[in-house]
């Protein structure tokens, strides 16, 4: 063989060598495939439901099984045997439904296992033990009367058999979560403050209920008996006059850069539809975070020497020139004294917000614990400062203009959960005992 034949061999051998090293690490790889949970599956209740993610990024999917056993009993919850190299990331959606396949409550274990197509068939296992708890909490009220107005509070104790890290009261869409009673380790004893809508809010198509769901998302639910009061709101007609636009829109006009090259007239509307409804989105906010316990005693307080310009409800209807031009629910009580008269402190908190707040102006939000807010509106001084706490009748800022206010006057809003109720029940003395301190003593 001349040299020419034997490099032209080796040229071949070294070819072929190299093809068959190729087609080793492609059809032989040593990879393993790849199992993710979409969350930790530590107990399994009536009904579970996860996701198995599956993923080989080299020969694809060749077959995954997912099983649950328990007294040496397997159960297959999915099985798939998939193509060659046509799947390389399959997610698999679990629902484990314990009554239909025998299981009882106790200790079980889920297996989970992947292979992939290459010629060693590469094999991912997981294995991981349950818990299978299939009883419900339970939920015993113990407050029952509940009379409540329209736009008003209302407040529900009740004993669960169990500690769970989800429970409240379900109003329509609105959920109202529930706080321990008292300060210790039990905290099967929950309260819940809840608000009732100002609109149209009638025994026939609202909805109240307890939730309650455990570690292993069982649920329970509890149909909360109530009689809703009737209730009218004020209907105001306000006419927006030429000098109020010339007096107030510039304040908003140089805050705000999207207002800047509006009309007065034109940021009169934006400010009174659009920045209103960011507002109460940015208190909704600001009040979802509270103290899980109660920081106020007794009545709240009203402004000293106080008259009500305007009541919590009042549909307002605004007219410039004889045109309407907007629309508007008042979310509180409006209180006029004297000129940066001191404001107080309704009741024991801590402060939760002191800025300028759009229509509302320079604003003190204070927790009163348990989902319990109040706001103070228009101040021409705030004398308070963020997480500062704050005792009852303290001197908190002075009222004044800011915001949308026409005269000196006080904006006084109550909210619980993040829904803004009428404050004249948290004044009375009366209402706090029925609805609040009955219901804790087990008498409501």
Known sequence: MNKY?????????????GVGIWAFM???????PEILLNRDIKMIGQETSFDVVCIDRKRGLRTV???????????????????QGEVH?????????????????????????????????????????????TIPPQISPVSF?????????????????ENVPQSGVQVDNDFFPSYPVAAASDTTHRI?????????????????????????????????????????????????SQRFLEMKMPEFQQRYKDLKGTTLLEAFSRINSEMRANNQETIQTICKDTRPEQLWEGTFLRMKNAAPMATFGDRRTYYHDGKEISKSVHMGI?????????????NGGVVVFTEYLGIYGNTIIIDHGMGVFSLYGHLSSVSVKKGQEVNRGEIIGRTGITG??????????????????NPVEWWDPHWIKDNVTRKLAGKG
């Open 334 to 346: 409006d209180l006029a004294s004297t000129r940066n008269a001191p404001v107080e402190a309704s």
């Open 89 to 133: 990331k399959e997610t698999l959606s679990i629902d484990v439904f314990p009554e239909d396949l025998k299981l009882h409550d106790g200790t079980a274990t889920i297996d989970i296992t992947v292979t992939d197509h290459s010629l060693r068939k590469n094999t991912k296992a997981m294995t991981f033990e349950v818990v299978i708890d």
């Open 192 to 240: 819940s403050y809840f608000a009732i809508p100002i609109m149209d809010a009638a025994e026939n198509n609202l909805k109240i209920t307890i939730l309650a769901q455990d570690n292993a998302g069982n649920r329970s639910l509890y149909s909360v008996p109530f009689h809703i009061r009737k209730k009218n709101f004020r209907r105001d007609r306000m006419n927006i």
């Open 404 to 421: 949308m206010a026409g005269g000196d006057h006080l904006h006084f809003s109550m909210i619980v959960g993040g829904k803004f109720v």
């Open 65 to 83: 099984s997912v099983d649950i056993s328990q007294d040496g009993k397997k159960y297959t919850l999915s099985s798939l045997n998939l193509p």
């Open 26 to 32: 492609i059809y032989c790889e040593g990879e393993e």
């Open 145 to 161: 009367s509940n009379y409540i107005n329209p736009g008003g509070s209302c407040v529900v104790v009740y004993n669960l058999s």
């Open 5 to 17: 034949l034997r490099y032209l061999f080796f040229i071949v051998v070294i070819a072929l060598v």
